[in-house]
């Protein structure tokens, strides 16, 4: 349903993604996905293969169409504005390199929605996850991998891809660690000996040899730890302790962060820890409430 040039155009583009900006595979899939549907809609739409010329003229009425058609799938509006901002980041580069004006394209607004934060656990809560962790499975080196990953989630601030994607090689854990985040950006996360402890204590009870080039975290076969079942285990964790769906592993994350700042951290040394690019991101990322906000800006403000 696509013409060669435009599969082409459409590949060279995600090749220029992937080089040029570190995109991830999980966001290049999505673009893959996003802007073939996209492209395959305007072959239907016109009644024709799209070209490069005719993708050239795709006017406002031809957005417009899209729009509605992708809302009738039942896509939701946060769905239909990242599907929209792929296919405005791949005619910015299309219209670039072929010469022509993407204003129809690009002035398409996106769908508003209401952006979810997300929910952090309270500091008892996390300290309560924890220790719970350790009581999910009948096999003590299981129960003690757990609980060294959801430590790392929640002391060091990482995401679960980037815990599971330690090696071998990243231990003995020293007193810091050098992850790689987001569009392959490097940073440094301090380790606390509470998490340095879960571990060696994991390392210790492991009955698969680690190697430096094999992953840290294995599954119960001796594979790479998978991410759902250490979602599984928080699952169960926060039906034990009462908690809302929303503590997830992820939510570990939301937690350190939040729980830093409360405790007086500076919100972009914090960005630094948790990886963000932008520091909105950072401050969407923690869940500290305005009356600890006027407290800081109180105390710390020169004119105060």
């Known amino acids: 349903m696509i013409s060669p040039a435009a599969r082409d155009a459409l590949q060279a583009w995600l090749a220029a993604e992937r080089a ?5 595979e999980n966001t290049i899939t999505a673009y893959t996905r996003d802007v073939a549907d996209f492209l395959t809609f305007m072959t239907l739409h ?3 293969t799209q070209g490069l010329r005719p993708l050239a003229q795709i006017g406002v009425s031809d957005m417009r169409a899209w729009m509605a058609h992708t809302r009738s799938d039942d896509v939701g ?12 980041s791949f005619y910015r580069w299309l219209s670039e390199r072929e010469g022509f004006e993407p204003t129809a394209v690009l002035a398409t607004r996106s769908p508003r929605f209401q952006r979810k934060l997300p929910r952090p656990l309270t500091e008892e809560a996390a300290r309560a996850v924890i220790a719970t962790v350790d009581l999910q499975s009948q096999s003590p080196w299981i129960s003690a991998r757990d609980q060294a990953v959801i430590t790392l989630l929640y002391g060091c601030g990482l995401r679960i891809s980037e815990a599971l994607s330690l090696t071998g090689a990243d231990v003995p854990l020293g007193e810091a ?13 301090p380790v606390l000996p509470a998490a340095r402890a879960a571990v060696t204590a994991y390392i210790r009870l492991c009955p698969y040899p680690l190697e430096p080039e094999t992953p840290l975290f294995l599954g119960a076969r001796g594979g790479k730890l998978a991410p759902r079942i250490v979602q599984k285990v928080m699952a169960q964790v926060r ?18 962060a939040t729980h830093l700042l409360n405790a007086g951290g ?15 991101t950072t401050q969407a990322y923690t869940g500290v409430d305005t009356a600890r906000l006027m407290e800081v800006y109180q105390r710390a403000h020169p004119k105060a």
């Open 239 to 256: 039906m034990q302790l009462g908690l809302p769906a929303t503590a997830t592993p992820h939510a570990m994350r939301h937690s350190f």
């Open 46 to 48: 016109k009644g024709e």
């Open 20 to 24: 040029l900006k570190g995109a991830a």
């Open 77 to 88: 509006p946060r769905s239909l504005a990242r599907k929209l901002s792929a296919v405005k």
């Open 266 to 280: 500076d919100l972009r040394a914090i960005q630094e820890l948790l990886g963000h690019a932008s520091l909105s």
């Open 177 to 189: 660690l050098r992850i790689t985040g987001k569009g392959g950006k490097e940073r440094i996360v």
